[in-house]
C-alpha cells in the first residue's frame, strides 16, 4: 500500500523559511516523479513543484520560483520542500502526491497534508 | 502555460440523478488530462486519467471523456457520498494546472 506521509508544517514570521517532508512507502520511490500541491483556505489546488524520478529535473510554478526548492533522498524515500522569503499568500495546505506511474507526470497517491501558516 | 476552466462552479442535483461537469483547456493537451475528487477535510482522491481511464478501485458509476481542449467528467447516477469538489488538472505540460473545481452537493 502507498503511503505518503508529509511533516513540517507549522508558523512562521513573513519572511521566514520551512523545511517540509514527506515521507514515502509502498512503491519504488526512486522511479517515480513526486510533486508538491498546496490549497489555501476555501480555495482551491494549486500545483507547486515536481522532481523527475528518472534525472532529478525540477519544476516550479512560477508563483515559488527562486523561492522554493523541491529535492528528494532516494536513500532515504523521502521528498523535501525548502521554503524561503515566505509571503502571508504561502499560507496553505501542503499535499505531496506521486506520480500514478514512472514516466508520467500524471498525479497518483496524496498524502493527508501539512498546514502551513505565514503571519506576524 | 495552460489554463483550464471548469463549469458549473457549483451544482446542486437530486439522488440519482445525472451529472456531468465540463473541463477546457486554453490549449490542446490530447488525452493527458486527470480529474480528482476532495471530498470536505480531506486530501483529493485520483479518480480518472488519461481523459477516460479509471483509477483502480473507483466505481464505475464515474466516467471520463473528450481530447485536445474539451472533457467531461460524468457520475451516473449520484448518491451522497459523492458530495465533493471536482478538479480537472492537465499533465500535458510543466507547469502542471488545475481547473478552478466544482462544488457538487445534494438537492
Known amino acids: 500500500e502507498v503511503q505518503l506521509v508529509e511533516s513540517g508544517g507549522g508558523l512562521v514570521q513573513p519572511g521566514g523559511s520551512l523545511r517540509l517532508s514527506c515521507a514515502a512507502s509502498g512503491f519504488t520511490f526512486s522511479s517515480y516523479a513526486m510533486s508538491w500541491v498546496r490549497q489555501a483556505p476555501g480555495k482551491g489546488l494549486e500545483w507547486v513543484s515536481a522532481v523527475a524520478g528518472s534525472d532529478g529535473s525540477t519544476y516550479y510554478a512560477d508563483s515559488v520560483k527562486g523561492r522554493f526548492t523541491i529535492s528528494r533522498d532516494n536513500s532515504k524515500n523521502t521528498l523535501y520542500l525548502q521554503m524561503n522569503s515566505l509571503r502571508a499568500e504561502d499560507t496553505a495546505i501542503y499535499y505531496c502526491a506521486n506520480a500514478r506511474a514512472i514516466n508520467t507526470k500524471c498525479l497518483g497517491n496524496w498524502g493527508q497534508g501539512t498546514l502551513v501558516t505565514v503571519s506576524s | ?107
Open chain 2, 1 to 107: 502555460d495552460i489554463q483550464m476552466t471548469q463549469s458549473p462552479s457549483s451544482l446542486s442535483a437530486s439522488v440519482g440523478d445525472r451529472v456531468t461537469i465540463t473541463c477546457r483547456a486554453s490549449q490542446g493537451i490530447s488525452n493527458y488530462l486527470a480529474w480528482f475528487q476532495q471530498k470536505p477535510g480531506k486530501a483529493p482522491k485520483s479518480l480518472i486519467y488519461a481523459a477516460s481511464s479509471l483509477q483502480s478501485g473507483v466505481p464505475s458509476k464515474f466516467s471520463g471523456s473528450g481530447s485536445g481542449t474539451d472533457f467531461t467528467l460524468t457520475i451516473s447516477s449520484l448518491e451522497p457520498e459523492d458530495i465533493a469538489t471536482y478538479y480537472c488538472q492537465q499533465y500535458n505540460s510543466y507547469p502542471l494546472t488545475f481547473g478552478p473545481g466544482t462544488k457538487v452537493d445534494i438537492k
